[in-house]
């Protein structure tokens, strides 16, 4: 069986998206004869703690644990909520951003390049050296962000004879909080470098979306697949839904994520019908920020609106499967253009209809219509998500309410992994 060392910074207990990519890919890789062996840190600084997902660890699967230093252990000590905030990428508009937040925004930008996991590079390159020299493995790969991670790779590439796949979960220069991290011109050519030079060595380099395939390859000749995120549980055609008319968003919500419109359409529609205000819910699960819960309480939707919080990925499930409507946001930028969140094919999986919003160019959209599983909308379409959204409320009322996919078998994690299974190969 052929050995591939996969070099993650994420791995149960950590949460959220980030971890389940390649905790499903090793899941399924032996199946196509393929024996992964995992490396990871020993005592990360994770922002979100998710303990459900230790138990879908093989327990004989490889796991490699090193230690990593890592400065947001000092960072939290002055502010623990900011510290959090940033390690997740979830950073203020710049007018509310405090002093606090705009120097540490400064140093994580400027003196962690490409991110503050980098001083895990130099002692991962030397035992991963001998690792690999001792146990014959000729294939490893990177998954980022952090993008520093790749770095690894970079340097085992250069010193050993070996096959290099770097996996972007998201863009690197090209995301959206990273126009955000106020870099000095020295830190951005550092940024634009690094990147360079991963781009052009890889062997091949895996993406999740269309529209990022599309951006790397202006910039490198290497080989660019697009393999994107996908469920993994079976569709339930008999979870009880819910008796009231629930739209619910699972997931984070930053200060970008604040569609406007839609607290306002949703307003109008409470106060333009007593019937509706009757049943309407909105449910929030995962962290929502604070400026978005203000847009939510200032629109009058606070006496219909749940907090739920964060919750474990398995109890997120429960939601998917009962609630009438999913809501998907992205935030209305040109980068989020590249981003199609993993929440998408489980949500699709869930057999529930999707309202999404996000920007005026996105694969979303395109994944939504191909499936048949929704609805897209983009930033000014206040009227017609109005009308969509009162429409499946009168089928609602009739019991009427369902949707029909079509096509989403390909998104299941094991078809992914097969996928990946012959890039390695």
């Not at 930028?333 to 057999?351: D, R, T, V």
């Not at 309202?355 to 994944?367: L, N, T, V």
């Not at 499936?371 to 983009?378: A, L, R, V």
């Not at 206040?382 to 949707?403: C, N, P, Q, R, T």
Request: hydrophobic share 35%.
């Amino acid at each position: 069986m052929k050995k591939v060392i996969i070099i993650t910074y994420y791995w149960p207990p950590a949460g959220g998206p980030g971890v389940q990519r390649w905790l499903k890919f090793v899941k399924y890789l032996p199946d196509f004869g393929i024996e992964p062996i995992v490396y990871c840190p020993q005592n990360p600084s994770y922002p979100i703690i998710d303990s459900s997902m230790v138990s879908e660890v093989n327990p004989r699967l490889k796991v490699i644990q090193k230690p990593i230093n890592e400065p947001y252990r000092l960072a939290k000590l002055i502010s623990k909520s900011k510290t959090s905030n940033l390690s997740k990428g979830a950073i203020s508009e710049p007018n509310k951003q405090t002093i606090l937040e705009k120097i540490l925004l400064f140093v994580r930008g400027n003196f962690f390049v490409p991110d503050a996991r980098i001083s895990w590079v130099k002692p991962s390159f030397s035992f991963l050296s001998d690792y690999i020299k001792i146990h014959k493995v000729d294939t490893i790969i990177t998954t980022g962000p952090p993008h520093s991670l790749h770095l690894i790779g970079l340097k085992l590439k250069q010193s050993h004879s070996l096959k290099w796949i770097t996996d972007f979960r998201d863009p690197w220069t090209h995301i959206g909080y990273h126009k955000k991290l106020k870099l000095t011109k020295y830190a951005k050519r550092k940024h634009d470098k690094l990147e360079a030079s991963v781009l052009m060595n890889s062997d091949q380099i895996v993406v999740t979306s269309p529209q990022t395939k599309t951006i790397l390859s202006k910039c490198t000749t290497s080989p660019i697949s697009v393999i994107t995120n996908g469920h993994d549980f079976e569709i339930s055609i008999t979870s009880k839904l819910d008796s009231m008319f629930t739209l619910s968003h699972i997931g984070n919500l930053h200060d970008g994520r604040n569609p406007k419109f839609l607290w306002k359409t949703l307003h109008d529609l409470v106060q333009n019908s007593i019937d509706f205000s009757k049943y309407f819910r909105l449910n929030l699960i995962g962290h929502i920020s604070e400026t978005v819960l203000d847009s939510i309480r200032t629109s009058g939707l606070g006496a219909y609106t749940n907090y739920i919080g964060y919750v474990s990925h398995s109890e997120s499930f429960d939601y998917q499967s009962r609630t009438q409507l999913l809501l998907l946001i992205e935030e209305k930028s040109k980068e989020s253009q590249y981003i199609i969140p993993g929440k998408l094919f489980e949500y699709i999986a869930s057999n529930r209809p999707i309202i999404a919003i996000g920007p005026d160019e996105s694969d979303i959209e395109s994944i939504i219509n191909q499936t048949d599983s929704g609805n897209y909308f983009k930033y000014n379409e206040d009227e017609l998500l109005s009308a969509v959204i009162l429409e499946h409320f009168k089928k609602f009322k009739k019991g009427e309410l369902y949707v029909n996919s079509k096509g989403f078998d390909k998104y299941s994690r094991k078809n992914l992994t097969f996928k990946l299974s012959k890039l390695i190969k």
